[in-house]
Nanobody, 116 residues
């Protein structure tokens, strides 16, 4: 089992930056993939960025060039640096630990609001 605690959300103006953190309860190198999802008002939850234990990363087209996923293995923490934020980035951001292709654990989410 993996417990995840997200932090770093808040209110920011268009064009601003935020850095989200997701602290895991166990060695993140033992986790196949760590993923940031988001769910905006009235929208379905969508994948934003992912990082595999190999270090490879993937991003949604809507955030490429603006968001960066990274990790600190010593702190068992994954980050999402979000730059050039837009109102459409407003959402609850969730961290998920995919232990395998069929087993995953979710964090509680952190709200990001981008004002125009």
């Amino acid at each position: 089992q993996v417990q995840l605690v997200e932090s770093g959300g808040g209110l920011v103006q268009t064009g601003g930056s935020l850095k989200l953190s997701c602290a895991a309860s166990r060695n993140i190198l033992s986790i196949w993939r760590l993923v940031w999802y988001r769910q905006g008002p009235g929208k379905q939850r969508e994948l934003v960025a992912s990082i595999f234990n190999s270090g490879s990363t993937n991003y949604a087209d809507s955030v490429k060039g603006r968001f960066t996923i990274s990790r600190d293995n010593a702190k068992n923490t994954v980050y999402l640096q979000m730059n050039s934020l837009k109102p459409e980035d407003t959402a609850v951001y969730y961290c998920k630990a995919d232990v395998s292709g069929v087993l995953g654990y979710w964090g509680q989410g952190t709200q990001v609001t981008v004002s125009s």
